[in-house]
Every structure is written in C-alpha cells, then in structure tokens.
C-alpha cells in the first residue's frame, strides 16, 4: 500500500485530471447529452477531492468544486484546460551566493517565483520576478528545467514550474512590500529556516551558479501514467 501523503497527492492528481478532461469536453461540444455526462465526470472529480479533505458536509463541498471548476469553463481552445505555468528563478552572484525571498503569507524562503505572465517570454518573466521581488536585476543564463507541481507535492492543481538559472548583474536587496517579509543572499551551508523543497532543487542550483552547464531536467515518465 502506499503512504498516505503519496495515496493524498494521488486523489489531487486524479480528481484534478478528471475534472480537466471534463471541463474541456464541455468546452468543446456542442451535444447535450455529452455535456451532461461531462457534468457527470465534474461531480465524480468534487466526490474524490470532497473525500480527500475530511468534509463534513461532503455534498456542499461537492457542489463547491463542481461550481468552482463549472465558472471556468470557456468554448473552443480557450476551454481547453491546461496546467498554469510559474516560473522560478536561481539567482546567483559572483560570490556564489543564491538569492531567496522569504514569503509574506507563509514565512517560508524560497527562490523567486510568479506566475507566468502574457506577453513575456519564460525567462523575461523570470528577470521580472527577481526585479520585483528582490530589486535585482539579473540576466539568464539557462534552464534548469521543467517540474509538475501536483507530482513534487507543492500544488495542489494542475502546475508547471519552468526553473532558470539567471546571473545578479545589478541593483540593490530590495523586496516587494506586499509579497515578501525578507529578502536576503546566502551561502549553501547557510540556508534561512524553513527554505522549501530545498532538498530536490538544491544541488541543481548551486551546481548552476558554481558554473557547472547541464542538460535541463524534467519528471520522468512514471511506469503507469494514468495509475500514478
């Protein structure tokens, strides 16, 4: 049997995935009777996710994803629902410092991060995080790679993290007012407590910033996709 937080993630996994696919049939259709089966699949995802939280009132929650995930529901490519894309970045100095950003609403340190955005490229987005976050300017020098939220566990919908190495060329620590309460550079025997997930991209990222130049990294395909 697996351990309950790997049975937890595979109950997001698999109602957020249902619930997707339902929701960019809809988006898609024109049938009525499709819609409705697809209406059907949405309350068999509320029913898993519903289940996964412990609810009391299992049949409000129900209703509660199902409208939630119903709202978002477009027509045609706009509908076709897809993971949201963040974009992370590994900010280092001439020091071999990395650059973290301790979050506002959590307390937890963490390298800059933000939410893809339109009009940007991937690592434009990250140079605007790091200037926004952190008052540094820096400029990319390669990515890392790419990571699904959902399977590391930091997310509980469906999310990319795009993860780039960029270099501090300027500015001054600075950070952003509303969105974080620290911002500081630090030395890899020296991370500020609690720094999240450092565990799987710690090495990847000092290895970057000592200079070291490798192919990016992505999840393996796991043995049986769809069974998690």
């Known amino acids: 049997m697996p351990e309950e937080s790997d049975f937890t993630h595979n109950l ?25 089966r697809y209406e059907e699949v949405l309350k068999v995802a509320g029913d898993i ?4 939280e412990d609810a009391i009132e299992t049949q409000r929650e129900q209703d509660h994803f199902v409208q939630e995930w119903m709202e978002t529901i477009g027509e045609g490519v706009p509908g076709y629902v897809t993971p949201k894309v963040a974009v992370g970045a590994i900010v280092g100095n001439d020091d071999g ?9 959590s307390g937890v340190w963490l390298y800059p991060t933000g939410w893809a955005d339109v009009g ?7 140079m605007k995080e790091v200037e926004e976050e952190a008052g540094i300017i820096a400029e990319p020098v390669q990515l890392l790679g790419v990571v699904d939220g959902m399977r590391m566990g930091f997310s509980r919908f469906g999310m990319y993290m795009v993860v780039f190495h960029l270099h501090a060329v ?15 550079w630090f030395k890899r025997d020296a991370l500020p407590d609690p720094t999240a997930g450092v565990q799987w991209w710690g090495d990847m990222a000092f290895n970057a910033i000592a200079g070291h130049r490798g192919a990016a990294t992505f999840d393996a395909p796991r043995p049986d996709i769809w069974r998690g």
């Open 170 to 184: 300027g500015g001054e620590l600075a950070g952003h007012p509303l969105e974080t309460s620290g911002v500081g």
């Open 12 to 36: 997001v996994r698999w109602s957020e995935t249902l619930a997707a696919i339902a929701r960019t049939g809809m988006a898609f259709t024109q049938s009525l009777y499709e819609k409705e």
């Open 49 to 52: 996710k519903a289940s996964m």
């Open 97 to 105: 410092d990395i650059l973290l950003i301790r979050r506002r609403e």
């Open 120 to 126: 940007y490229s991937p690592a434009e987005v990250a």
